[in-house]
């Protein structure tokens, strides 16, 4: 109980800081995300400018080495030492012409002291630099004050954006006869640098985009162009300043704390919206140029984006989980409170029940001994109701038995004075016939008296196999002068041998209660008894019929009842049949009344048949 009720303080308030925790850690999630992808963006955009700005390099490298080597060619030193009048170096030009063919170059020619172009690759071309002078050029400048040189700017005669590398030639004696220049245009690099995945744009030491990938953005001004610049710029006719607008990379933030700002720039397809780009940059070694790197913000959030829906379904699945989780808890928890309960309430009921219970067995022990004790008065009080009975018969049955033993003696005197006359008479036959009829008597008036002992003794309440027979034949002879006296006659057939379970003076005071009864019945005409003894399976019945006026109807019910009785005061007590049929349910056999068709009544009595050999139970 106590672990349930835990349980549910788990299930029940942990849903809600649960939620919260979850989104928090979704929130520091993203943050962290951002935070790694943005990282990773800076370090693989600075990784392309290094790259870049490498290719950049090698690029220019692979033309700088050319003008040197050029001016110290033997051919270019001899026509040169000869001063020649543009024009006239046919042969020079023929060989700038191969040379430049084979390097790649846009323009390779040769400039007097004074700027004038003396012989070019292009003077067989539509535009031929001999005879102009770009004596304004720095690169020529710094040549002509022995030092190779580059430069930047828009080509004054093709227009188109070139750069240039310089070299002095030196004549034997050391004096600077002229200046080699190879020309290069930057197409060709700026093609390269439009494979790059990003935008990528160089700016010069003005902040002029001066090489980009992008139309755009070439000739446009990062930021202001300061006073130096400018006049610079003019001097050295590098372009028209005029021509040079802002640059439309608008700053738009900047991401890690401010250290990489982000700029909105127009995208690399021209038709497309402007985009989100962090802005990189570094500086080009070997020259006064910056390397920009815009780098393409918009896939990145993409990806942002994916990772962060992922994360969010992630955080989604995992808390629905954790939701179905404790929903499961909560339901566990719910059911192990039924159970309990339900528990709890069968242990009340079951308790309840219990105290019931033993309040019902205490009672039903009481009423047991209260049985007890009425059963041990009930018995105590039958036997003396019986004995009572066997009283009252004895009453009935003195009236006889005076008769009994009153007409025996008379016959035994007479047949005594008979026996002394005869004796006297010298008669000695007779006297003795005499003699023997008083010894018969007197035995007829022993047995008698031994009976009627035997009737009033108390009888034990033991149950053995009786005979039924002998019972039957002693009532009768216990009987015989009220039969005598009624000239009844009563009959005994059927099985007479047969074995009861039962008492022998109990079953012989039921026989002469019914046969007592049977004579009663028929006060006007000699009574006929029929006692019939018939085996009904287990059980013999024991059946008395008479010829009287039968049992009335509504006293059917009631003649078992102690003191029900139809005879006048003083004849019946109303316990004859009372009694016998106590005694012969104690046998465990029944009694039935019923009136004959053809008049009369009929008691049955069944007893439970004994399988023992006959033995004369003494009681
Ligand atoms: P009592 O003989 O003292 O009246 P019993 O209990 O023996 O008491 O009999 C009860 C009553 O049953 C009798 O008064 C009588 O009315 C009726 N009875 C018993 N046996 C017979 C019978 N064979 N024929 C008609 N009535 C009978």
Redesign the pocket.
């Known amino acids: 109980m106590k672990q349930a009720a835990g349980l549910r303080g788990i299930g029940g308030t942990a849903a809600l800081p649960l939620a919260v925790l979850i989104a928090l850690v979704a929130g520091a999630s993203l943050l962290l995300l951002s935070h790694v992808f943005r990282k990773e963006a800076v370090e693989d955009g600075s990784a392309t400018v290094e790259r870049v700005s490498e290719t950049i390099e090698t690029w220019f490298a692979r033309y700088s080495a050319l003008a040197p080597i050029y001016a110290r060619d033997p051919r270019v030193i001899a026509a040169m030492e000869q001063s020649r009048a543009p024009g006239e170096l046919r042969e020079l030009n023929l060989e700038l012409e191969a040379w430049n063919r084979l390097a790649g170059s846009s323009d390779t020619y040769v400039m007097a002291p004074d700027g004038t172009t003396l012989a070019a690759s292009n003077w067989n071309g539509e535009v031929s630099f001999v005879g102009q002078n770009f004596a304004y050029r720095p690169y020529f400048k710094n040549a002509m004050a022995g030092e190779p040189a580059e430069f930047f700017g828009l080509g004054t005669t093709s227009g188109l954006r070139g750069y240039y590398f310089s070299a002095p030639i030196v004549g034997e004696g050391g004096a600077i006869l002229g200046v080699l220049v190879v020309k290069i245009t930057i197409d060709a690099l700026e093609r390269t640098l439009r494979d790059t995945a990003h935008p990528v744009f160089v700016t010069d030491e003005a902040g002029v985009i001066i090489i980009s990938g992008s139309p755009a953005l070439r000739l446009t001004a990062l930021g202001e162009i300061d006073e130096t610049d400018r006049a610079r710029i003019e001097e050295t006719r590098k372009f028209a300043l005029s021509a040079v607008t802002p640059a439309p990379i608008e700053p738009a933030g900047s991401w890690l704390g401010g250290e990489f700002p982000v700029v909105r720039a127009p995208a690399p397809n021209a038709n497309a919206e402007p985009r989100s780009y962090l802005h990189l940059s570094r500086a080009l070694p070997s020259r006064e140029w910056r390397l920009h790197l815009l780098y393409d913000a918009a896939g990145l959030n993409r990806q942002f984006w994916i990772a962060a829906l992922a994360l969010a379904a992630a955080a989604i699945a995992i808390s629905s989980l954790i939701a179905l989780a404790l929903q499961r808890r909560r339901r566990l928890i719910e059911r192990l409170g039924e159970r309990e309960r339900a528990r709890d309430a069968l242990e009340r009921r079951v308790a309840l029940r219990t105290a019931d219970l033993t309040r019902a067995n205490e009672r039903l022990e009481a009423e047991v001994a209260e049985r007890r004790a009425a059963e041990a008065e009930l018995r105590r009080t039958q036997s003396e109701l019986i004995q009572a009975g066997k009283l009252a018969a004895l009453g009935q049955m003195s009236a006889g038995l005076s008769h009994e033993f009153n007409q025996p003696l008379t016959a035994i005197r007479s047949y005594s004075e008979n026996a002394i006359a005869f004796f006297e008479a010298g008669r000695g036959d007779r006297a003795a016939e005499n003699l023997g009829r008083v010894l018969r008597l007197t035995e007829r008036m022993a047995q008698l008296s031994k009976h009627l002992t035997r009737f009033a003794r108390r009888s034990p309440d033991g149950i053995s196999p009786v005979r039924v027979g002998p019972v039957i034949a002693e009532a009768l002879t216990l009987l015989s002068a009220r039969i005598e006296r009624a000239d009844a006659r009563v009959t005994v057939e059927g099985q007479v041998d047969v074995q009861v379970f039962g008492g022998a003076v109990r079953l012989q005071h039921v026989v002469m209660?019914?046969v007592?009864?049977?004579i009663?019945?028929s006060p006007s005409g000699p009574p006929v008894i029929a006692i019939r003894l018939e085996p009904r399976g287990e059980e013999v019945a024991m059946i008395?019929e008479?010829n009287?006026?039968?049992?009335?109807d509504a006293?059917l019910d009631s003649?078992?009842d102690p003191f029900?009785?139809?005879?006048e005061v003083g004849?019946?007590?109303?316990?004859?049949?009372?009694i016998?049929y106590n005694i012969v349910r104690d046998f465990g056999g029944t009694m039935q009344?019923e009136n004959r068709s053809e008049g009369?009544?009929r008691?049955t009595v069944t007893l439970r048949r004994a399988e023992a050999p006959a033995q004369e139970a003494a009681e």
């Open positions: 209660n019914l007592g009864n049977a009663d019945a008395v008479d009287g006026h039968g049992i009335p006293a003649i078992f029900f009785t139809t005879k004849k019946g007590l109303g316990l004859g049949l009372s016998s009344a009369g009544a008691m």
